[in-house]
């Protein structure tokens, strides 16, 4: 296993979001996560990241007990995230946004590391002078998950990346990652969304989040199937 976390608990202050999380995930999948807003989608992603801390259970990422170390440690170890709104670096141009998501890299230099990763996201190649600030709100999504693939990371969290997008952009997402699937299989990804076709697209099992707690796992088939998706419309609002 990639990642085992067992009964996870964690909150804001006073305030418990997560209730006992259980969920495991396999070197090379892509899960999906899914629920009403509330229901600790984002916290989730933020404890593995150790953002947040633990207040009970554990976290174990590649055989390590990750439980307590801070995020840049994490880091190292392999996590990689993308959080909700992008939160590259405005005043940037692409091309050092890149060079930021390099820093911890030893195994290769740095202009190599951009340019295999440009190769994935071919849009940012004339884009490589532009101020991070200046690009469409898409164009910074792929920035932001190009970004992190520059550190070389074995398993991506990745925070609603088709929020704000237009359509066009999606599809390029769900193409680029597609292909990222295929060309690396160990690369693990944890996809938090709520667009149903999106997070079908990708995921190959999808986890249901409640109250701070998994309640069930998903086909990603029953997200298309006409007689079962009003079940998880409501899920995913």
């Known amino acids: 296993m990639t990642l085992v976390v067992q009964g996870l608990c964690t909150g804001y202050g006073r305030i418990p979001i997560l209730n006992g999380v259980d969920f495991t995930v396999d070197e090379g999948e892509f899960v999906g996560i899914l629920g009403h807003n509330g229901m600790g989608k984002t916290t989730l992603l933020k404890a593995l990241m150790g953002y947040l801390p633990a207040t009970g259970g554990r976290v174990h990422f590649a055989g390590d007990d990750i439980t307590a170390l801070e995020p840049h440690r994490r880091a190292r170890l392999g996590l990689g995230y993308v959080p909700q709104g992008r939160e590259i670096f405005p005043g940037l141009t692409v091309h050092d946004n ?88 160990r690369l693990t990804m944890i996809l938090v969304e709520q667009n149903l076709d999106f997070i079908a697209q990708l995921s190959q099992r999808i986890l249901v989040i409640q109250k701070g707690r998994i309640t069930q796992e998903v086909r990603p088939d029953a997200l298309r199937d006409a007689n079962l998706i009003g079940e998880f419309v409501g899920i995913a609002t």
């Open 98 to 185: 890149l060079r930021m998501g390099c820093i911890e890299r030893r195994d290769a230099g740095e202009d190599e590391i951009i340019a295999n990763v440009l190769e994935e996201f071919p849009r940012l190649k004339p884009l490589l002078n532009r101020i991070g600030g200046a690009l469409s709100g898409g164009e910074q999504q792929l920035l932001a998950v190009a970004r992190c693939l520059c550190g070389g990371p074995r398993l991506v969290l990745l925070d609603e990346p088709t929020e704000g997008i237009q359509p066009s952009i999606i599809e390029e997402i769900v193409e680029t990652l597609s292909r990222l699937r295929v060309a690396n299989r």
